[in-house]
């Protein structure tokens, strides 16, 4: 493994002096002064970070940039993330200003091309995969705000910089992010907001929810302080952790269905799961025997998974980003067969709402009010609501389904305590397990495409969805089944252990231009978060 790292660093080393050659000979032929002056200055930089450490603000981004694309190369590039840039070449940054020798203004137009950059890059293994990965972009999430390890705010004039430039370019990538504390300037959540006003597609991760996550899931909380989003919205430390943040999805609407039918799948009548163990004469019978599909599921899951682990680690390690992560050096052992400090491997559950909403029906329509026996809700949903039941159309029943029984995204506690049932269920099940390396297993409750990938392969389910119809997307409500606003939304998704939710979760709001006002944006953040 060491002779590895030497091999791929000698590479690397040659990689970025090529940049240096190249640039030394575009400078020859360039007829235009100020260009001729620049191209000589990029290949001193490549010169100088080819081996050795950075001195300057320049070089430092320059070799951060490097190191992205050598990891993307050896890897592959999905989700390979920036990181906390605004704290990992502040000080950079801050000395070259103590010495004027550089401005902000050139600070922000490196920025910018950093961002274009990032937009070239394209993974066109993706192009196959683009109705659950959302497409070839890379995801390269960079972060800036949050705290440092004593907890104190963390936000310096180069995050403002990074999002000012965010805010003009709106560039595809990188996928930016801001972590929020109580401390968190109001400045910072202000231009935050009018960011996102005026078009830019930018997170808000919560500071006081993800630290103790992470500090109960076993980082130190100095580390956990530490943390940067990975892709989406997956919490991991930059140079600690080996996350495996997007390894494996769950749908829970399919266990469900599974649960209803004994077992069997209702497109392909094929028995996937496991039959139920007694009649599902009540909601608690229902509820146990969904359980117990559940964890069949993950079981299945992490078997699975273990193999793929293994053969990663056989056939694709990755001495580079190894050399990158604390202890995998100390250790002697690549990243992909447990060198890093902490490891994980996670699973994602999909269709929260969709499961929530429809356990919802049946614990009312069958259970409570008893107007359709399971028998008949079974029926009526495995024709996609055709046909006629009882004098009644089924779709006539689907609206029934959709309006007279309280939805997700409502502040309607009836419900709600059913999603939190749910995504408690889900999250202590996952976190019983092991990966392949020995790491800890842990949940997220986020979808990118994948609620719409298995959306195609779930039938019609009892909140009204129909057959092949996307699944509900992260931990927001079912589109359309929300109607109180954004703080019910959100008060519905208050009511979830988030601490549990350790990977993890997301909602999307989406507001017109016109309705953010930016004096309402910061409370509803604010309150939601604290």
Same mark, same amino acid.
């Given at each position: 493994?060491?002779?590895?790292?030497?091999?791929?660093?000698?590479?690397?080393?040659?990689?970025?002096?090529?940049?240096?050659?190249?640039?030394?000979?575009?400078?020859?032929?360039?007829?235009?002064? @100020?260009?001729?002056?620049?191209?000589?200055?990029?290949?001193?930089?490549?010169?100088?970070?080819?081996?050795?450490?950075?001195?300057?603000?320049?070089?430092?981004?320059?070799?951060?940039?490097?190191?992205?694309?050598?990891?993307?190369? %050896?890897? +592959?590039?999905?989700?390979?993330?920036?990181?906390?840039?605004?704290?990992?070449?502040?000080?950079?940054?801050?000395?070259?200003?103590?010495?004027?020798?550089?401005? /902000?203004?050139?600070? #922000?137009?490196?920025?910018?091309?950093? =961002?274009?950059?990032?937009?070239?890059?394209?993974?066109?293994?993706?192009?196959?995969?683009?109705?659950?990965?959302?497409?070839?972009?890379?995801?390269? @999430?960079? !972060?800036?705000? +949050?705290?440092?390890?004593? +907890?104190?705010?963390?936000?310096?004039?180069?995050?403002?910089?990074?999002?000012?430039?965010?805010?003009?370019?709106? !560039?595809?990538?990188?996928?930016?992010?801001?972590?929020?504390?109580?401390?968190?300037? /109001? /400045?910072?959540?202000?231009? !935050?907001?009018?960011?996102?006003?005026?078009?830019?597609?930018?997170?808000? *991760?919560?500071?006081?929810?993800?630290?103790?996550?992470?500090?109960?899931?076993?980082?130190?909380?100095?580390?956990?302080?530490?943390?940067?989003?990975?892709?989406?919205?997956?919490?991991?430390? !930059?140079?600690?952790?080996?996350?495996?943040? @997007?390894?494996? #999805?769950?749908?829970?609407?399919?266990?469900?269905?599974?649960?209803?039918?004994?077992?069997?799948?209702?497109?392909?009548?094929?028995? =996937?799961?496991?039959?139920?163990?007694?009649?599902?004469?009540?909601? #608690?019978?229902?509820?146990?025997? *969904?359980?117990?599909?559940?964890?069949?599921?993950?079981?299945?899951?992490?078997?699975?998974?273990? *193999?793929?682990?293994?053969?990663?680690?056989?056939?694709?390690?990755?001495?580079?980003?190894?050399?990158?992560?604390?202890?995998?050096? %100390?250790?002697?052992?690549?990243?992909?067969?447990?060198?890093?400090? =902490?490891?994980?491997?996670?699973?994602?559950?999909?269709?929260?709402?969709?499961?929530?909403?429809?356990?919802?029906?049946?614990?009312?329509?069958?259970?409570?009010?008893?107007?359709?026996?399971?028998?008949?809700?079974?029926?009526?949903?495995?024709?996609? =609501?055709?046909?006629?039941? @009882?004098?009644?159309?089924?779709?006539?029943?689907? #609206?029934?389904?959709?309006?007279?029984?309280?939805?997700?995204?409502?502040?309607?506690?009836?419900?709600?305590?059913?999603?939190?049932?749910?995504?408690?269920? *889900?999250?202590? %099940?996952?976190?019983?397990?092991?990966?392949?390396?020995?790491?800890?297993?842990?949940?997220?409750?986020?979808?990118?495409?994948?609620?719409?990938?298995?959306?195609?392969?779930?039938?019609?389910?009892?909140?009204?969805?129909?057959?092949?119809?996307?699944?509900?997307?992260?931990?927001?409500?079912?589109?359309?089944?929300?109607?109180?606003?954004?703080?019910?939304?959100?008060?519905?998704?208050?009511?979830?252990?988030?601490?549990?939710?350790?990977?993890?979760?997301?909602?999307?709001?989406?507001?017109?231009?016109?309705?953010?006002?930016?004096?309402?944006?910061?409370?509803?953040?604010?309150?939601?978060?604290?």
């Amino acid at each position: 493994f060491l002779e590895s790292v030497i091999i791929v660093l000698d590479g690397s080393k040659e990689f970025i002096q090529r940049f240096s050659i190249l640039a030394t000979e575009l400078a020859e032929k360039e007829g235009n002064r @100020n260009r001729k002056k620049e191209l000589y200055e990029i290949a001193e930089i490549c010169s100088n970070i080819s081996g050795n450490p950075p001195s300057s603000f320049k070089e430092a981004f320059q070799l951060l940039y490097f190191t992205h694309v050598i990891a993307g190369l %050896e890897d +592959g590039g999905f989700a390979i993330s920036i990181g906390r840039i605004d704290q990992d070449i502040y000080s950079f940054y801050a000395e070259d200003k103590k010495k004027e020798a550089i401005t /902000d203004e050139e600070v #922000q137009f490196l920025i910018e091309c950093f =961002y274009l950059k990032l937009t070239t890059l394209w993974n066109y293994v993706l192009h196959k995969g683009i109705i659950a990965a959302e497409g070839p972009p890379l995801t390269a @999430n960079l !972060t800036i705000g +949050g705290v440092d390890e004593k +907890g104190n705010d963390a936000t310096n004039q180069l995050s403002y910089l990074f999002l000012d430039s965010y805010k003009k370019l709106k !560039t595809v990538q990188p996928t930016f992010s801001v972590r929020v504390h109580d401390k968190s300037p /109001d /400045d910072l959540l202000v231009k !935050t907001g009018e960011a996102i006003k005026s078009g830019a597609s930018i997170a808000l *991760f919560n500071d006081i929810v993800m630290i103790p996550g992470l500090d109960n899931l076993g980082y130190t909380i100095e580390d956990a302080r530490g943390y940067a989003p990975i892709g989406c919205v997956e919490p991991t430390h !930059t140079y600690k952790s080996f996350g495996c943040t @997007n390894a494996t #999805q769950l749908n829970i609407v399919k266990c469900l269905e599974l649960t209803l039918n004994n077992g069997t799948d209702m497109f392909t009548r094929r028995a =996937y799961g496991i039959e139920n163990t007694k009649k599902l004469s009540s909601y #608690q019978d229902l509820w146990d025997e *969904f359980s117990n599909q559940l964890s069949f599921f993950v079981k299945n899951l992490v078997e699975t998974m273990s *193999f793929l682990e293994k053969a990663i680690a056989e056939l694709n390690p990755q001495p580079f980003l190894s050399a990158t992560i604390d202890d995998c050096i %100390e250790r002697g052992c690549d990243i992909t067969s447990g060198g890093a400090k =902490y490891d994980f491997t996670t699973t994602q559950l999909i269709g929260l709402s969709t499961v929530a909403d429809s356990l919802a029906v049946i614990k009312k329509m069958v259970y409570e009010e008893k107007l359709f026996s399971l028998e008949e809700l079974i029926k009526i949903v495995s024709k996609n =609501y055709r046909g006629t039941y @009882n004098g009644k159309k089924g779709e006539e029943i689907r #609206q029934i389904f959709i309006n007279k029984v309280p939805k997700f995204g409502n502040d309607n506690d009836y419900v709600d305590t059913i999603a939190h049932d749910v995504a408690d269920l *889900f999250c202590k %099940e996952i976190l019983k397990h092991k990966n392949y390396r020995g790491g800890k297993y842990h949940p997220g409750i986020y979808s990118t495409a994948f609620h719409m990938a298995f959306g195609v392969f779930t039938a019609a389910s009892a909140d009204g969805r129909k057959s092949r119809e996307p699944l509900s997307n992260g931990v927001g409500p079912t589109n359309g089944r929300d109607k109180n606003g954004p703080t019910a939304i959100l008060n519905s998704i208050m009511k979830l252990d988030n601490e549990l939710i350790t990977n993890g979760n997301s909602v999307i709001l989406a507001f017109h231009p016109n309705t953010l006002k930016i004096e309402l944006f910061l409370p509803l953040i604010r309150t939601y978060f604290e």
